[in-house]
């Protein structure tokens, strides 16, 4: 990749981009490939798309437009951005869905060719914006608005490919892809590589595709509209090999290593909803691993086979959403009663009832937490970066088979769909998980004679003394015959049981059994660089990235803060308590209303205060910012401000 | 009654699980619980019948698996020595999916009743069956909901006077073998827990049988519908009550005729299109023998036997087709679930940490030193 001469080259540390269009323009494979460049290139980046819940809502309107934001730095970043610096806007609609969240001096590449009277009637325009670019009253006049007819020119320029008009306006994406990649210096190879892959079986659309995107590079080139090419050094990363991955991606890779560190087939029972259902498709490729996929009929089916599963001696799992924890609960408390290993996959996104099916949000917790009949704790695991999703999978695997039981994952929507680089582990670096089967008898009789008279019988609650976890005997086992259910059982012998203060006895132990698995633990990592901080800000799950980015803009400007940021929700970590007491003040940001604060509030007695919103869309890193200075101001007395010495936004 | 499959290398549904070392008794299958449904409940004949067939099936005992949801029948597999999950109510079927997918070398049971499976359970059923996974449904029909003290149940007869129906229940009940064979059930049966020999031959068939096979067994409950099935259990009406289907057999039943068979029988509908029962003779109005319906399970087309279940009594039951419906050979959901992780299996051959390493190292990557 050479930088063109004659044209001015501008160096940038860091840029957002977003592209916006209608649903069937292709926004989100565009975001995709131009993050895949970015990567390769060897940038740090982290992605965010949005697109609505109708596969295809009504052309042209506001509701049917769907956007991809990519943030890409020569640095290390922690989120997708709070506002694009670029805006790809591909019709009316496009421009004025975005339009708010953008900051003055933003460029705005806008497709000339859909700005008809038509698709700004359904985009709500009274008069085309476009018109009056430059006038007295220029509705984008904070803008750097750059007209541009890709449509038209697509249509040039994949004449020869004897398309029809509409085949070939379909390539508009590309030539947008195209024209992107020139401005900021993106390896075109990678993109050139996969259409060719892509639409192997259709020449002419695999030829228009790759002609459209280079005719975008060469417009970019040689027009005198475009007379800047930026660029955007590498990021320094830790050595190793990367790739870029989603959240769910990473996440069904998890699962699949679950199963091969601990020697067990995976067995998928899922029921499809978004935004988990990426899970059941990616695993569903991966048979050769011995994983097994069931696409059952409802949610209850899906969870019931994946107990059936476990119980017959596979790990088994079950994906779903928010909704479809609701349909399960009763099937994860007979996984709790039975004490059988079991992921609960839960990829968050906005609720009560079906929601914002395709907008992120953290409102599961107390749902994980609590949303079973009786006392029936589980532990929850929760990732923090799409990334990390394979992490927290192997530790919900470790966890449910270790301690035979079922474990929360909380993913979310924004993981779920949103990428970054990521270090591709060595597989020597990942933990191995000891299924130990049952394989003989565990108890002698009551009647046996002697001290060193052999075990004979089979209890299948006879615990283990440092994880209290119960043997696991799967069928086919001689000897180890035993019958297991929802009903209490007696502490040992597991036969059902009615005793009151047996009931007693085994709420406490199922309790106790979960509680355990904190000794497992490693300390709590936290971030606290000057050690004077008087305020904690603690998280969970996909806010660590506007959290961090938060905690670093108020660094920046010179004041003292510690970030905590928690896997594990249930059992907290041990160490949780004395650090919370370390601070004046704790801050708990999260999207919901405040669900993690309410648990820290009851176990630790502290006064947490919490920032939230419930927005579909991640925090941004300002406001967090600005959540923390508050509470800087409170801690220390003093006025806090966070617009100096930072010069300009940071990441 | 017959229990000849007819079929030449057709699978057996017990054909992958090992089988025992020696002879085995009942007894070998009865656990140390004390059984505790009511004194005369029909539970316990079918108990007994189990016990005392599990050992003709000659299976491995640790590779047999009961699976129940909630009910009185669904206690079941605390009474037997076998591995067994009592589970929730209506999910039988799906958690003995996740089995029978999982484990090829077992031999899989779902005890149900009829509103655990027809009721709340009513999805995994029908889907089961349709899937056809190797397992073998058991449902204890007693038009009645036992253990929640006597409400109606979805096989109840409209107009029934329980405990939530002070006036009457509303509902029109399922036919539970009309329900099967319309869901494509490739093994649909249906047996009495009074006829000893009858249930067993029927078991027999339903755990040879490759697929999900499905068995209606009605089944007194003498506390809160006693009486139900008088008509099919009494000696003076049982004749005329009870329609036997044998597989190749011309479908005959009621009183004997001077021939010693069957004063009636059944015969095509053409109107209709169903099946309706005549008197068998050469009277005026009366059918000859050799135009009656032959009995044919494993004909593909299950429109005869739907038609032949369309026989039962909705209300109270004075007749009612028993026996075995419908058997045909269909590939079965597990087998085919295995089969393509074994091919891919095949096609990717290798170590499974070597694999894994490779599948997450593949795409798009970049190397920093």
Known sequence: ???????????????????????????????????????????????????????????????????????????????AGDAPDVLVAMNPAALKANLGDLPKGATIIVDTHDFTARNLAKAGYDTNPLDLLGDSNDPLGAFNVQPVDLTGMTVEAVKEFGLSRKDAARAKNMFALGLLSWMYGRPTEPTTTFLEKRFAKVADIRDANIAAFKAGWNYGETTETFVVQYEIKPAPMAPGTYRNITGNLALAYGLIAGGVQSGLPVFLGSYPITPASDILHELSKHKSFGVTTFQAEDEIAGVGAAIGASFAGALGVTTTSGPGIALKSEAIGLAVMTELPLLVVDVQRGGPSTGLPTKTEQADLLQAMFGRNGEAPLPIVAPQSPGDCFDAALEAARIAITYRTPVMLLSDGYLANGSEPWRIPELADLPTIDPAFATEPNHRPANAQGEDAEATEFWPYLRDEETLARPWAVPGTPGLEHRIGGLEKAEGHGNISYDPANHDYMVRTRQAKVDRIAESLPPLVVDDPSGQARVLVIGWGSTYGPIGAGVRRVRKAGYHVAQVHLRHLNPFPKDLGEILARYDKVLVPEMNLGQLSLLLRAKYLVDAVGYNQVRGLPLKAADVADAIGELIAQAEGTPVDLTSPVEEALS | MTTDLNFPGLRSGVELVPTADGPQTGKDFTSDQEVRWCPGCGDYAVLKAVQGFLPDLGLRRENIVFVSGIGCSSRFPYYLDTYGMHSIHGRAPSIATGIATAREDLSVWVVTGDGDALSIGGNHLIHALRRNVNMTILLFNNRIYGLTKGQYSPTSEAGKITKSTPMGSLDHPFNPVSLALGAEGSFVARTIDSDRKHLTAVLSAAAAHRGTSFVEIYQNCPIFNDGAFDAIKNNDTKADAIIPLVHGEPIRFGAPDASGQGAKGLVRDTETGGVRVVEVGSEPGQVSADALLVHDAHNPDPSTAFAISRLTDSGYLNQSPIGIFRQVERPTYDDQARAQVADAKAAAPGDRAEKLAALIGAGDTWTVA
């Open chain 1, 1 to 79: 990749m050479s930088i063109q001469q004659g044209k001015q080259v501008k160096q940038l540390d860091r840029v957002i981009i977003r592209f916006a269009g209608d649903s069937g323009d292709g926004m989100q494979l565009t975001g995709d490939r131009f993050t895949q460049e970015s990567a390769v290139f060897g940038n740090d980046l982290v992605t965010l798309p949005n697109f609505p819940a109708e596969i295809r809502a009504p052309q042209g309107t506001l509701p049917g437009v769907s956007s991809f934001q990519v943030h890409l730095a020569d640095h290390d970043i922690l989120t």
